[in-house]
């Protein structure tokens, strides 16, 4: 009975998973060369506790439902949250320490968010995200160096194939606002925009009495995928003002990507529409072959900090690791993250030459172990530790002090 108790603490719970060996080196130096990219845009790093108050993070702020966050009770029965999304943190942080600040702030992160999924979904709870967030620059130009950005991290993460869908908030709301749709109506137009259900939107907006060139936006809105030529056709089609300012700024960005060289990795989306409410402009996601979801995720939100004190305009990013990994791995792109550790093997006579050669080694950079030699273990067993244990040679110091190399990868 004891033995099934103990064998049943293996096991970790629905939604979370061990990392480990060379897939976790892999994962620590693909998140590594993302944080690298960013400190040389400027990013400086910022840290965030793993749980807060529940209203750091409540609908009305324009986060997750409440139902899809883990909640739990301090001793002051306040309700706390394990972080369903850095942003808002984020925001908090810039409210309380930047608030005399009116230039840009860059920060950038590395952490893990919380989803609670209902019912099984063969998803993550716990998803690794590697982000950014640029505020106090409301300019087209912040926007298009942080998609420039999250671009050149893709690249050097190894993806062969990858594109960057770009959307705008503005567009959609400023539609439906002149469509004079109801909040529930709202929803369900974004569920059909969301599954590209032209035909389910064009049935809905045929039972309203709607403007033609408003009602003909909308039901398009699914197919208005492409080019700058997209931006241009959609341009032609409405003569909404917040609607106009949102494809004005997309076709700005278009010009800007153009300038950093980078325009053939993006497509407009106008059809787009984000998971987060608090979003105001420019929205994007990073997708490629290999995996269902974005592997990036980013846009403007100019009313969030505001919430917590500070009027901020503000974009940001979140590369998701977990996704961009399995990206990787279905397009086979090699990562080469085995280390190439010495290890000094020894009997307790030589202590002191191993202990020294070691910190010779490790002055050089060199990976190195220290192990005492078992005299009941025969020194080809430790050979086949080390071929498994991502060991590249062993230095044998025998009784004489004589060092004998093993080179393991031969």
Known sequence: MENIEQKSLLFTPEGVRDIYGEDCEKRYKIQNELHATMKLYGFKDIQTPTFEFFDIFNRERGTVKSKEMFKFFDQYNNTLVLRPDITPSIARCVAKYYDKENMQIRLCYMGNTFIHRSGYQGKMSEIRQVGAELMNDDSSDADGEMIAMTIECLIKSGLKEFKVDVGHAGLFRGLVKEAGLEEKEIEQLKIFLANKNMFAVEDMMEKKEIAKECKELLIQLPDLFGGLDTILLAKEKTSNAEALEALERLEKLYH????????????????????????????????????????ATGGRYDNLVEQFGKKTPAIGLAFVL????????????????????ILILYRSANRKKAIELGNQLRAEEKSVRLMRKNAEIALNDYKEYGKRNEVASILYIDDTGEVTEFDLKA
């Open 322 to 341: 977990d996704e961009l990994m399995n990206a990787l791995v279905s397009q086979q792109v090699e990562i080469q993250a085995r280390e190439e550790d």
């Open 256 to 295: 800007i990507l153009e300038t950093y060289g980078m325009e053939d990795y993006a497509t407009f989306d106008l059809g787009m529409l984000s998971h987060y409410e608090y979003y105001t402009g420019v929205i994007f996601k990073a997708y490629t072959y290999g995996t269902g979801d974005a592997i």
